[in-house]
Every structure is written in C-alpha cells, then in structure tokens.
Nanobody, 124 residues
Framework: QLAESGGDSVKPGGSLRLSCAASQHIAKSYAIGWFRQAPGKEREEISCTSIDGSRTDYADSVKGRFAVSRDNAKNTIYLQMDSLEPEDTAVYYC???????????????????WGQGTQVVVSA
C-alpha cells in the first residue's frame, strides 16, 4: 500500500528526495506522515500532510530544510531534504492515517499503513 524509495548516503549539506508511492485509495483518503527512526532512538514524526494536501506541518528539527510535495497523478508523496546533517541519519518511513482534521502529532500507533522504510545516511 505504501512504498518508500530514494534513501542513500550523502555528505553533510547535501540533499535527497524520498518518494512514497501510495495506492490510489490511500493517496486520496488518508493523511500522510513522514517518520524517521535512528538506531537507539524513538520514532520521530517529521511531517504530516492533511488528506486534501492543503496543510503540512513539520517538526522543528527539519523545518526550513525539509519540504513535502505530492504528485496526484502518480499517487506519490515526496520528501525533499536539503542541508542534511549527520543527525538526520535514520530509517525514514511514510505512513497513512485516517484523520479528517490536522494529523500533526497523531500518535504513530494510530497510523494504519506503513511503508518498509528507506535508509538515509549523512556522513562525511
């Protein structure tokens, strides 16, 4: 239902674009969140986009560096990551939750669908 791609190893200051390919049903009916989890750390919500795509909220740790966009024709949601830092190293996941209002800070346990994750490594 969800599949991430685009993870890679990059140097600090570099950029990556992650993709989240969704089924048509999910793309049209669910809010989409991006999460990441670094080794030994808790899962962190980094963004959430409302069902209609009109609102995206970001974690303070990525605000101004990361941006979400979507291609409705391809049912794909993108996470553009710029000015990457070693602290951004993690496995990144997209997930879907049925939330009519703002999805920001919806507990990750309430998300119904998850991708398999894609690894991002930021290292000199």
């Amino acid at each position: 239902q969800l599949a991430e791609s685009g993870g890679d190893s990059v140097k600090p200051g570099g950029s990556l674009r992650l993709s989240c390919a969704a089924s048509q049903h999910i793309a049209k009916s669910y809010a989409i969140g991006w999460f990441r989890q670094a080794p030994g750390k808790e899962r962190e919500e980094i963004s959430c986009t409302s069902i209609d795509g009109s609102r995206t909220d970001y974690a303070d740790s990525v605000k101004g560096r990361f941006a979400v966009s979507r291609d409705n024709a391809k049912n794909t949601i993108y996470l553009q990551m710029d000015s990457l830092e070693p602290e951004d190293t993690a496995v990144y996941y997209c997930a879907a939750v049925y939330e009519l209002g703002s999805c920001w800070q919806t507990p990750w346990e309430e998300y119904e669908y998850w991708g398999q994750g894609t690894q991002v490594v930021v290292s000199a």
